[in-house]
């Protein structure tokens, strides 16, 4: 079953896509999402993860600032969703993730969280200032928070020919958080996007999405 609900948030109402599993579930991830949005892909990944016997919620990050936004994969999509993450800024989307987290304990589960893109780097920050064990799809963003200590387990899918996170980055990672787990999949950035031919690496994806519901059986 999918559906909207409504959370409330520090920023405002924020819309929120909850997939659940057939039976009922034990344990909830929130979904974060890429810079375009809770459009058809990210309610995909979702339903995917429901489908493995989760409670999912995907928040519509960027509804404080324009909401309801679903963006295309395209240049112009990409600008606007540029545009609206800066608008939010990272210490709110951390709100709307820890407003997801209540919500999904609320409903008596333990939470875990995953992001793509953006939200990779969304990710991380729920494992550093909330606590979550979390896995980060090719975050580009989160350079600037090496300093940020880990305070769960945490994973992360990097494209090895990924031209917005580079081998170096890569490497200031394993530095930064040698205890997390790591993992470089042929491809290039937003290689699970499976609706884009451009960058979808169908290997590369479901090597990442075996190693991310190990990840999450182990640790939640």
């Avoid at 909830?28 to 990944?45: M, P, T, Y």
């Avoid at 407003?99 to 969304?122: D, F, I, K, P, Q």
């Avoid at 394993?174 to 169908?202: E, L, T």
């Amino acid at each position: 079953m999918s559906r909207w609900i409504e959370l409330r948030t520090a920023s405002g109402p924020v819309g929120a896509w909850h997939a659940a599993p057939v039976t009922p579930a034990r344990d909830g991830l929130v979904v974060i999402q890429e810079i375009f949005g809770v459009n058809a892909h990210v309610r995909d990944v979702a339903k995917r993860f429901a489908a493995h016997g989760y409670s999912v919620l995907a928040p519509s990050m960027f509804d404080p600032v324009e909401p309801g936004v679903e963006l295309h994969h395209d240049d112009a999509g990409m600008a606007r969703g540029r545009d609206l993450a800066a608008a939010l800024g990272m210490d709110a989307a951390v709100g709307i993730v820890s407003a997801a987290v209540h919500w999904l304990r609320e409903a008596g589960h333990t939470v875990g969280a995953v992001g793509y893109c953006w939200g990779g780097s969304v990710a991380l920050l729920a494992n550093t200032r909330l606590g979550l064990p979390a896995v980060s799809y090719y975050g580009a963003r989160s350079i600037p928070f090496l300093h940020e200590n880990l305070a769960a387990p945490m994973m992360f899918h990097f494209g090895q020919d990924d031209p917005l996170i580079p081998e170096a980055d890569v490497q200031r990672h394993r530095q930064a958080w040698p205890r997390a787990s790591i993992h470089v999949h042929p491809g290039g950035h937003a290689f699970n996007r499976d609706c884009d031919r451009h960058h979808y690496s169908p290997d590369s994806a479901a090597a990442a999405l075996r190693q991310t519901l190990d990840f999450f059986a182990e640790h939640l």
